[in-house]
């Protein structure tokens, strides 16, 4: 296969059962080391819930990211502007960022806005925003270089959460991430693929270093960034609890169900 991000010749990486019953190749590219699986002929199927059983944490990741995402809005972007929310679900993030006073708007071609209606695209009045967020979204793009050309064109602010590719390599029995028992992730990216990616469409390119990334036309300081310290906001806003969270023993309890 062809590297869906570069072009180049992407070669045989790993194989690996998704949905219980489908064995597939995955390809990693040599040059901007993208991982794609094999052309998704399952992809359907993956979608008979938009949004799948095992993504426990989609309430708390809508919240913290709420938060966080203010923080990048109010030190780096006009907050009196409009925002857009792509592949947005069910809206929960959307109607969260309106609570908190900002502009956003809703954005998703798959799923039913249930917590944001009224305040979809077609109501926003214009197809320019300050920012354009899409968390978890990347790694379902079944051609990712059109999808996001067609997220420039309504911002070249754009704030998106995608774990990246670990470097050593780790095959689909070894990383969650792959998302076996769903299907629904078949494109994976590395920091070299990100910035491949930045440097394609002549934006700055700020991460984490592991799930927070943003492309910008804005040069940033990279001390201000490193102030806004991403990845401890992402896991330090938790509610006040003497209880463990049962996320992680609940996502483990589903996708062993999900394998009988």
């Given at each position: 296969?062809n590297?869906k991000i570069?072009?180049?010749e992407?070669t045989?990486?790993?194989?690996?059962?998704?949905?219980?019953?489908y064995?597939?190749?995955?390809?990693?590219?040599?040059?901007?080391?993208?991982v794609?699986?094999?052309e998704p002929?399952?992809?359907?199927?993956?979608?008979?819930?938009?949004i799948n059983?095992?993504?426990?944490?989609?309430?708390?990741?809508?919240?913290?990211?709420?938060?966080?995402?203010?923080?990048i809005?109010n030190?780096?972007?006009?907050?009196?502007?409009?925002?857009?929310?792509?592949?947005?679900?069910?809206?929960?993030?959307v109607?969260?960022?309106?609570d908190f006073g900002?502009?956003?708007?809703?954005?998703?071609t798959?799923?039913?806005d249930?917590?944001?209606?009224?305040f979809?695209?077609?109501?926003a009045?214009?197809?320019e925003f300050?920012?354009?967020?899409?968390?978890?979204l990347?790694e379902?793009f079944t051609?990712p270089i059109?999808?996001?050309?067609?997220?420039?064109?309504?911002?070249?602010?754009i704030f998106v959460?995608?774990?990246?590719?670990?470097?050593?390599?780790?095959?689909?029995?070894?990383?969650w991430?792959?998302?076996?028992?769903?299907?629904q992730h078949?494109?994976?990216?590395s920091i070299?693929?990100m910035n491949?990616?930045?440097?394609k469409y002549?934006?700055?390119?700020?991460t984490?270093?592991k799930?927070?990334?943003?492309f910008?036309?804005?040069?940033?300081?990279?001390?201000?960034?490193?102030?806004i310290?991403?990845?401890?906001?992402y896991?330090?806003i938790?509610p006040f609890?003497f209880?463990?969270?049962?996320?992680?023993?609940?996502?483990?309890?589903?996708?062993?169900?999900?394998?009988?």
């Amino acid at each position: 296969m062809n590297c869906k991000i570069c072009g180049k010749e992407s070669t045989y990486f790993s194989e690996g059962t998704i949905l219980n019953k489908y064995k597939i190749i995955y390809f990693k590219c040599p040059n901007c080391y993208f991982v794609q699986t094999e052309e998704p002929y399952w992809i359907q199927e993956a979608y008979k819930e938009v949004i799948n059983q095992s993504d426990v944490g989609y309430v708390d990741r809508n919240i913290v990211l709420s938060k966080v995402t203010s923080k990048i809005i109010n030190r780096l972007f006009k907050k009196s502007e409009k925002f857009l929310d792509y592949g947005s679900g069910y809206g929960l993030f959307v109607r969260l960022m309106r609570d908190f006073g900002y502009d956003f708007y809703w954005q998703d071609t798959y799923c039913e806005d249930i917590f944001a209606k009224g305040f979809e695209i077609k109501d926003a009045g214009t197809n320019e925003f300050e920012l354009v967020t899409g968390f978890e979204l990347f790694e379902h793009f079944t051609e990712p270089i059109k999808e996001i050309e067609n997220i420039l064109k309504f911002s070249k602010n754009i704030f998106v959460s995608t774990f990246l590719f670990p470097s050593n390599n780790p095959r689909p029995e070894e990383w969650w991430y792959y998302g076996l028992e769903h299907g629904q992730h078949i494109s994976l990216y590395s920091i070299e693929t990100m910035n491949f990616i930045a440097e394609k469409y002549n934006l700055y390119f700020y991460t984490n270093k592991k799930n927070l990334h943003l492309f910008t036309k804005k040069k940033i300081n990279s001390l201000m960034f490193k102030y806004i310290n991403l990845w401890n906001i992402y896991y330090s806003i938790k509610p006040f609890s003497f209880k463990k969270t049962l996320r992680e023993k609940d996502y483990q309890n589903i996708v062993e169900k999900l394998k009988k």
